[in-house]
């Protein structure tokens, strides 16, 4: 597991839970690192009850989280560990999930 | 010949009162829907191991989306419902649908497009950064997850949307900042006679504002939006604006809910190449409709907020309106008295329309201020300087062009968030009426696809 690298930002989480909270547990993996999220979550709930941010811009104008939640703007986008780009605002959370929320195409860059 | 085939896409108010109306007259519609369930956004039902009943998320709208929810369930078996699935071209007679990356051609006779609407943003500099949300996304995150987008936040912009969601968070315990209104309070006064064609809906809107001020939520209208504060890697920090006295103030928070009124999705309209006609009210291109929803292209018809923002109740009637038109350009029966009563409901509908465009006005005058290190487009990050040096060093005054040269527009969000502000800066730094800027060109697909999709051939 790689622990230098923090999805959280070290500062927490960005989405507040209102209600609904008694919902069963599931487990993911977020960057490497284990995290519950409640069955029912979108990814992108479930990321956001972790970290601050859900990807980075590949403008270089910073982190992202997202920005209409209706599967429009095309804010949201994390990947399986398999490189499966997912929508997280529509995609549900499931049992055993591992994603990663940098764009596995970013990280080739170098090599081209 | 066999049953005529009709393919409605979408599955909120409109879809769903179009679909039953064609059932109705015994006809059985395919109906394609993007998302998991039906109930579009306004209605959109929570997953089913959520708890709260309909009156804690839909509110004084509870009766209406249950009903709505009840008439869809009764009919499954009846229609071909294919959820999940995305209309992202219309081509020579057929919609083309990918499910589960699997895409194919489903030819149609009649085409009814209930494709809705998005949020309407104007950008303000550092809109960007992360906990920026539209208040349409504010809205799911509370009504299909219980979420609040942030533990401290702001609502700033204007329409009715604003205060709807603004006291939806108060209630459910959600900390609001401020609710920022950039349309200035004597408008809503001037707009009354036309708001008052539905005394029932402005009686919530009045309940609302006063919910938040007796919540302590501080309200201020005729405001101008200077900067969201906040940092490239930590995201939103607040909020600074200029009140109507023109002081500047400030707010902490760590999430804003930024929208100003809504805007139809036309893509899938414009894929379909029906006309457009330019709206000078909302200063914005809209598909032509004639009577019941008919568009210049025989056998394509539109409902619902994609046509025009109307909202909820007269999409419900928009989408009856367009399946009656689909069945008397069919040669099938429809009841007369029932079509002249939804026709006149409607009229009430647009003159109440009229009153919010009027009261809640797109605040394009924000376009010529917004500095020039301020993104406008957000998918890649091109900033209202860049725009403005397209039109100023190379020329472009219209808005394809200009998405050509320095791709504002471009983005995966294609033009959804930033084209009408785009045009509006475009406008400005030409000097030439919005109207000749033009519209952003739908393109297919409408939404990105998986590069893994495969065609399906039959």
């Known amino acids: 597991m ?44 479930a990321v ?65 | 010949m066999g049953q005529p085939r009709v393919i409605v896409i979408g599955a909120g108010p409109a879809g769903v009162r179009c679909a039953e109306t064609l059932v109705a007259a015994g006809l059985r519609p395919t109906v394609v829907d993007d998302n998991r369930r039906d109930g579009g956004q306004i209605y959109r039902r929570q997953p089913d191991n959520f708890t709260r009943p309909y009156a804690k998320l839909y509110g004084t709208e509870a009766e209406k989306a249950q009903a709505l929810h009840a008439s869809f369930d009764a009919l499954r078996g009846r229609i071909d419902y294919l959820p999940e699935t995305l209309a992202w071209n219309i081509s020579e007679g057929a919609v083309h ?79 609001v900042v401020a609710v920022l209104d950039t ?41 101008t939006p200077v900067e969201i504060t906040g940092t490239p890697e930590a995201g939103v920090q607040g909020v600074v604006i200029r009140d109507r006295g023109g002081s500047e103030r400030s707010f902490y928070c760590d999430a804003v809910a930024m929208g100003y009124h809504l805007r139809p999705e036309t893509q899938l309209a414009d894929l379909a190449r029906c006309a457009f006609r330019f709206d ?24 619902g907020d994609g046509v025009k923002v109307l909202g909820a109740d007269a999409a419900e009637i928009g989408g009856r309106l367009a399946a009656m038109a689909v069945l008397k350009d069919l040669q099938l029966p429809v ?51 860049d725009l403005r040096r397209t039109v100023n060093e190379r020329g472009a005054q219209e808005a394809n062009r200009a998405k050509a040269l320095c791709r504002v527009g471009m983005g995966r969000c294609q033009g959804r968030y930033c084209g009408h502000a785009g045009a509006e800066i475009i406008a400005h730094a030409a000097g030439v009426p919005l109207e000749q800027v033009g519209r952003l060109r739908g393109q297919a697909p409408v939404k990105p696809l998986p590069v893994a999709v495969r065609e399906e051939l039959e």
């Open chain 1, 2 to 45: 790689n622990l230098s690298r923090s999805t959280s930002g070290g500062a927490g989480r960005r989405f507040a839970r209102l209600a609904e909270t008694d919902r069963q547990p599931l487990r993911i993996v977020i960057d490497g690192r284990p995290a519950q999220a409640l069955a029912g979550d979108t990814l992108m709930v």
């Open chain 1, 48 to 112: 956001l009850n972790h970290a601050r941010q859900l990807r980075a811009s590949e403008f270089g104008d910073g982190k992202r989280a997202g920005f209409c939640l209706m599967g429009a703007c095309q804010d949201c986008w994390v990947w399986t560990a398999g490189g499966a780009r997912l929508r997280a605002c529509t995609t549900m959370a499931e049992e055993g999930m591992h994603i990663v929320t940098t764009q596995p195409e970013a990280a080739w860059a170098s090599h081209a």
């Open chain 2, 97 to 175: 649908v990918v499910h589960k990356q699997r895409t194919r051609g489903i030819p149609y006779d009649a085409l009814v497009i209930c494709s809705g609407a998005t949020d309407r943003l104007m950008p303000v500099k550092g809109w960007h950064y992360a906990g920026t949300y539209s208040l349409g996304a504010s809205q799911i995150a509370l009504k299909a997850q219980a979420c609040a987008i942030g533990s401290q936040v702001v609502f700033m912009g204007s329409g009715p949307l604003l205060y709807l969601v603004a006291s939806q968070y108060v209630k459910a315990g959600a900390q």
């Open chain 2, 183 to 223: 349309s200035p309070f004597l408008r809503r006064v001037a707009a009354l006679p036309k708001l008052l064609a539905r005394p029932d809906v402005l009686r919530n809107g009045f309940a609302l504002v006063s919910n938040l001020k007796r919540a302590g939520v501080q309200v201020l209208t005729g405001i």
């Open chain 2, 280 to 303: 000078h009210e909302t200063r914005q291109w809209l598909p032509e409709t004639g009577e019941d929803g008919r568009t210049s292209v025989p056998g394509v018809y539109l409902g």
């Open chain 2, 335 to 385: 009841a007369e008295p029932e079509l002249r009563r939804l026709r006149q409901e409607q009229a009430r509908m647009d003159r109440f329309r009229r009153g919010l465009v009027q009261a809640f006005p797109w605040p394009a005058q924000q376009a010529a201020q917004l500095p020039d290190e301020a993104i406008v487009c957000r998918c890649e990050a091109v900033t209202a300087g």
